[in-house]
DNA sequence: CTGTTAGCGCATTCAA
DNA sequence: TTGAATGCGCTAACAG
């Protein structure tokens, strides 16, 4: 009474054979058990696990049903990138308890920016995207648009037509270097996130800036600058350096070019913490003293901001929620009208404090 | 010229039928550039994507060839639970890098140990799993099997039968005792992870342990038991505290159980770097400087281990290499005798020292 | 409560 | 090089 064929080949049919129904009805006695009697049901169920079939596959059912129960994620970066940034995993965190929630899966889909990001995303088995930070035009994003699937957009605020889910980063950059000026801090100086897609060279013109493919790091500058020139400071004046890819490593190196000047500057304004520890580690390694020499503030409040000595003073954004409310935002599948903005929260710690007295 | 039918209506047949070619040469200028013209597979493509016909239906695609480019992942926990566990995403890292280059899509699949587990399992469209730290006999791991994929096990070691990656968490732990004893540490305790799935009463008994659903709890434990047997200490004489989910927060709490013994223990061996950190707050909160009054090692070598103050002596373990090295063994699809067992290393550093001596 | 019919969209024979 | 035929495994109508 065995079979020669392997596992895979015991299908609905065979099983409907065994048991003398029709495929119909094995096929309500998985999906419907209130369509045929208790013991029938079982009498079924029991066949089939006899024969070795467990379930029905899932490739057949979803071509059937257009559902796939999986939503997919897509990142900017290098997917063991993101899994490396702390902002990318509370997001993600989000995501995952509402995925929980509703037993769906997270289909997590790899882009390169090459050829081959096609693969993947037309591949990819789910119901619907999150996009997460994505450089606008960017061909992975071109290709989720492809999909013609309900889609949610976070971090991405320029993108029209689709839900999203972001923060006012302008008004946020805003409230950290106002919190700098205020403490009478006269000579600024800017660690960026990236503004363009492609490897930054340290110095930023005003052409970088405002063709920017990252919104939010121009946002954030555009935050930045209305403060300072709020206060009555030269823009120019301010230095900036633009760091790759959120590394903790490269806003260290930028840092220290950074407080080679003369007169050094007695503020630095971070756009993530991750560039903000980095800063921190290279004030250290100069000998400075945080405050008293120098005032740093991060952006994001990430955990580990709140655990460094000096403890960051920070905007504190809702990461977790991001990806809470995308993903519900996306299983909804609502209009793109209710896209939603987050609050932010100066978080003011110990790594800022009073501007040192002019020497 | 505009349709009226929704766009995933838009099939091969259909764009077959517009460029007057037969269904096979549309899908070989999708598939198989060499089986036709560059011309024609020009004039097809461009027709198609005149007409909004993209890519291949996925679904359909998967369930005639079989194959989804896409591998499963499913964690013992609560999916958000697993994104705060620095140990969960360094593994993620590692298999998202590989999945990366693989061009393969990562499916984490979300369980919550009910009746239904079964339909997000079940229902995972992958070519195979990846199953990390599942309890032995879990509803989950049951279900996993049931798809008759290939499946690649971490961290349980005592499941027979396939590809396996681990370390050999009985001799490093065994590694981290020895360590405290020679310092001659004589009063020790243990912060232990979880042995059953069922939620920990705090007192562990021989049973429990001796049933334990964690191996790896189980294996560390014993390791433990090793060194201190072999120092000639009793080992009935060693506090245990059993911490819920690898929380900083129990592990706190089970120390300042612990610390409030008399007399009181001097070396505190954590499981896990996490109740490492809880163990060492909770040291901090009592007055305790560490390690003058209390030796503290833990276990993993997570990044906060050395950053934080003092820096956590603890046995480090590969655990990118971790994730990296299942991908691999998943999607090579090699047989069960490939089971690698990863080597690990005592990093001795600032919350261990020599016992206080005797008062 | 049960069965019949009819595709979902595709890739693969095989024959032309 | 191209095309006709076939079925991957399933579920949704509808009819009994």
């Not at 057949?60 to 990318?88: Q, W």
């Not at 403060?227 to 633009?242: Q, R």
Request: charged share 20%; proline share 7%.
């Amino acid at each position: 009474m065995t079979h020669d064929h392997p596992p895979e080949s015991i299908t609905l049919k065979d099983i409907a054979k065994a048991t003398g129904v029709s495929r119909t009805t094995v096929s309500n006695a998985f999906n419907r058990p209130d369509q045929l009697s208790p013991e029938l049901r079982h009498k079924i169920l029991s066949i089939a696990q006899q024969m070795g079939y467990l379930a029905p596959n899932p490739m057949g059912r979803m071509l059937r049903t257009g559902r796939t129960g999986a939503i997919g994620l897509v990142f900017h970066d290098s997917l063991s990138y993101a899994f490396a940034d702390p902002t990318a995993i509370a997001f993600l965190q989000g995501v995952a308890k509402i995925c929980e929630t509703a037993q769906a899966s997270l289909l997590i889909v790899p882009v390169l920016e090459d050829r081959s990001v096609q693969q993947t995303v037309q591949q990819a088995a789910v119901d619907g995207f999150i996009v997460y930070c994505l450089p606008n035009q960017s061909d992975a994003f071109t290709q989720v648009l492809k999909r013609q699937l309900p889609v949610v957009v976070v971090d991405q605020p320029t993108v029209k037509g689709f839900p999203s889910v972001a923060i006012d980063d302008r008004h946020a950059a805003y409230t950290a270097a106002t919190h700098l000026l205020k403490l009478n801090h006269q000579r600024l100086a800017i660690i960026s996130l990236e503004f363009q897609d492609t490897v930054p060279s340290g110095r930023v013109d005003r052409q970088r800036i405002q063709t920017a493919s990252f919104p939010i790091t121009q946002q954030r500058w555009q935050g930045y600058m209305d403060a300072i020139c709020e206060a009555g400071l030269d823009p120019e004046a301010v230095l900036i350096e633009e760091c790759a890819g959120n590394s903790e490593e490269s806003a260290f190196q930028a840092t220290l070019r950074i407080l080679s000047h003369t007169p050094r500057p007695t503020g630095i304004l971070a756009m993530s913490d991750r560039l903000a520890l980095g800063a921190l580690r290279a004030a250290r390694q100069l000998g400075l003293s945080i405050p008293a020499d120098l005032s740093i503030v991060g952006f994001d409040d990430i955990p580990l901001a709140a655990q460094v000595q000096p403890r960051l003073t920070t905007v504190h954004q809702p990461l977790i929620e991001k990806g809470t409310i995308a993903a519900e935002l996306l299983l909804k599948n609502v209009p793109a009208h209710s896209s939603r903005v987050l609050p932010t929260e100066l978080m003011i710690r110990e790594s800022s404090g009073v501007a040192p007295t002019r020497d």
